[in-house]
């Protein structure tokens, strides 16, 4: 791996360097994120909605690995790689409900604790003793009773505990958040309009490049000339914590309205508009897709239990997606330059649009996993 620069993030965001450049292109810290950070993150998978019953599943991936999370005889979720012991076909796809998992590919059976329970031809193949064959398990946790989440270390510490703060700060701006329910978020009428997924992604910008510049408005005023009529600057205010981030604004035009950002670490956000009915957006934001190549990832669209048509976001956030992705990849092409190392993180503590202090914590949890 390059060797990085003595100087590193300190843990005091007024007085910080951010992540050297070879951070943002190098493949082999790339491969030390993905195998030390990724891999021992959680990552969203879904509503708990989806798992009430006995042998309800759903899946979810991060990059190559394949996941099932299910809910067990015993009342419980568990999760397992989505892959058979016997020639590695995939078990299980999309969602539903099983009282056991049969491989497509030569009708291996598992049950609903991952024990293989049949395998044609086991009785003549002394070699394979099917009460030592189970799928291998990963850590699922659910989030303030709704958010399924993932980590593919089975010794992961449980997450929700780790979360408190965010949860509590969560419910104090949707007081309904556990009543939530996973509903189809109501789609343009037009298919020839742009969304903000179609003119953001993909961005040829590592993957932190794009967080970064979500997880701050530093840039706003100046680089997005119209921001004014999606939110209020004047009264932003940012917060960054080890875990996760928030931003919240007023909303132009909508009496009483806050816009509100959230960031759980490493790339998930959550976004809702208040003054009106509730609702909550979550999204994996920024998924790599190599060192200098990001994409989207899968997300939920959260509305009450009798709201489920949802309502329609009050701002279009095309135009932003637009200039957000041309300067991410100017950002990135200076990650080349001879001309520049690293930068440096600005700080107010008043949490004003000025802060980086969201970038800043983000930059220190990737330096807690790879061992900077």
């Not at 999760?79 to 058979?84: H, L, S």
């Not at 796809?93 to 491989?103: D, E, I, K, L, T």
């Not at 999606?230 to 928030?246: Q, V």
Request: hydrophobic share 35%.
């Amino acid at each position: 791996m390059t060797s990085f620069s003595d100087s590193l993030p300190s843990a005091d965001p007024s007085n910080s360097v951010t992540l050297p450049k070879e951070a943002y292109f190098d493949q082999d810290f790339f491969d030390l994120e993905k195998r030390e950070m990724w891999f021992k993150t959680w990552h969203y998978a879904g509503w708990v909605g989806e798992l009430k019953n006995v042998g309800d599943y759903i899946t979810a991936s991060l990059f190559e690995q394949d996941v099932i999370i299910i809910r067990g005889n015993d009342g419980q979720l568990a999760g397992f790689y989505n892959v058979c012991q016997h020639r590695g076909h995939k078990l299980l796809s999309g969602s539903g409900s099983v009282a056991s998992m049969r491989c497509p590919y030569h009708s291996w059976v598992y049950d609903l604790n991952g024990r293989l329970t049949h395998a044609r031809g086991s009785e003549t193949t002394l070699s394979v003793d099917v009460d030592k064959i189970r799928l291998r398990e990963i850590s699922v946790d659910v989030v303030a009773d709704l958010f399924v989440f993932f980590n593919l270390d089975p010794e992961a510490q449980p997450l929700d505990p780790q979360l408190t703060d965010f949860i509590d700060d969560l419910e104090s701006e949707v007081p309904d958040l556990r009543r939530m329910e996973l509903t189809t978020r109501p789609g343009n009428s037009d298919p020839d309009t742009e969304s903000f997924l179609d003119v953001a992604y993909p961005v040829n910008a590592n993957w932190k490049i794009v967080m970064e510049n979500f997880l701050e408005c530093y840039h706003c005023r100046g680089a997005h000339p119209d921001v004014k009529d999606l939110f209020a600057l004047d009264d932003l205010t940012l917060r960054g914590h080890p875990l996760w981030t928030k931003q919240k604004s007023s909303v132009t035009g909508l009496e009483g309205g806050k816009q509100l950002f959230y960031t759980l670490f490493p790339n998930m956000t959550l976004s809702f508009v208040t003054g009106g009915l509730p609702y909550v957006t979550i999204f994996e934001f920024a998924v790599p897709d190599g060192p200098t190549k990001t994409t989207f990832g899968h997300g939920g669209y959260y509305c009450l239990p009798d709201d489920m048509m949802g309502e329609t976001l009050p701002q279009d956030y095309v135009q932003v997606g637009r200039e957000d992705k041309d300067l991410c990849e100017s950002a990135q092409r200076g990650m080349f330059s001879l001309g520049y190392d690293q930068g440096r993180f600005m700080y107010d503590p008043t949490h004003s649009e000025i802060t980086e202090e969201g970038s800043h914590a983000f930059s220190r949890f990737i330096m807690k996993y790879v061992g900077l």
